[in-house]
């Protein structure tokens, strides 16, 4: 029976220091890479909260938040499908035409819930009373 050979691979710079790195990278800290991601719903003490609920369901879940802001923007959007001509009686010269900017004024509502020193800070953003934005930051204090 042949006896077993073990041979090394001599591991080159250039393949040591990309396994250093690799290495690094997985070691990495979590919250430094998740700072402020968004996610799709989170739980309360009282339900779960998604994109799309309106404020008051987010108060009647979560009680009042820790930081709230309030801000207006003014966002002009282009309008295709208005319709010019309730009845139908469109004329053919009349039946293509341009579209026109509307400005619209949005509300919009930052919100912060804190729930202590283990679990992670979320802060909700609202769009004329609509959730439309959640995301986590650090852990809370």
Excluded: H
């Amino acid at each position: 029976m042949p006896a077993l050979v073990i041979r090394r691979r001599r591991c080159t710079v250039a393949a040591w220091l990309s396994r250093a790195i690799l290495g690094l990278m997985l070691f990495l800290p979590a919250s430094d890479m998740q700072a402020a991601a968004p996610l799709g719903n989170f739980r309360c003490d009282k339900g779960i909260v998604s994109r799309g609920d309106r404020m008051f369901d987010v108060l009647v879940k979560c009680g009042e938040p820790t930081y709230r802001s309030t801000r207006y923007e003014k966002r002009i959007k282009k309008d295709f499908f208005r319709d010019i001509f309730p009845d139908g009686n469109k004329r053919e010269e009349e039946a293509y035409r341009e579209p026109f900017l509307v400005e619209e004024f949005v509300e919009i509502q930052e919100w912060a819930y804190n729930f202590g020193s283990l679990q992670f800070i979320r802060y909700l953003t609202f769009e004329n009373g609509i959730l439309v934005v959640i995301e986590i930051g650090d852990y809370g204090f």
